[in-house]
């Protein structure tokens, strides 16, 4: 998909954000991801299999879009929410990505939960960064990024970038991360 160099006039707005919740008013839950939509990402597939038919295939993870065009210049917010769990004993993570104009970062505000940020190159260069409430991390441009929830409740953050990111899902899919994260011996191990 090429994306658009054009820049809209938009009328300017506020919304009313709940940071003890994690919600934003008005906001649309633009993507639902699915245990099912995860296939192919966990390191113990047999156990996502058994999660999908014995939770019912539960949604993963939501993201609440603002309403702010994908257009250069403008810069976009959501609120994501990755639900807590285990898949094996793999903490749940979202499917990771690059952006589709790799040349842009991304602020993630940390508001509810605990977890890490997973990040790395191109060049397979791998760095993390915790999330608790209240923690930014910043993922620079050309990093990928994924949020792994480490916790016991929902890990809310409020991501902020360019209009014009984009995501790149496909070349992480065929990458993948350096590093997962596990629950060992009750303790987080990154292996
Ligand atoms: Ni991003």
Redesign the pocket.
Known sequence: MQLSRITSMIEPFALQLDLAAGTMAGAESCIARRASDMRGYYADESALERLIREQQDPVHYETFESPVPEEYGQVKFCISKLYPGLVGDEYFMTKG???QTAE?G?IYLCLRGQGLMMMKTAQGVCNWQEFAPGRLVY?PPFWA?RSINTGCEPLISL?M?PGD?G?NYGDIRTEGFPKRAFQRDGKVAIV
């Open positions: 990505h690059y952006h842009t991304e993922a990024h991501c970038y990111a995501h």
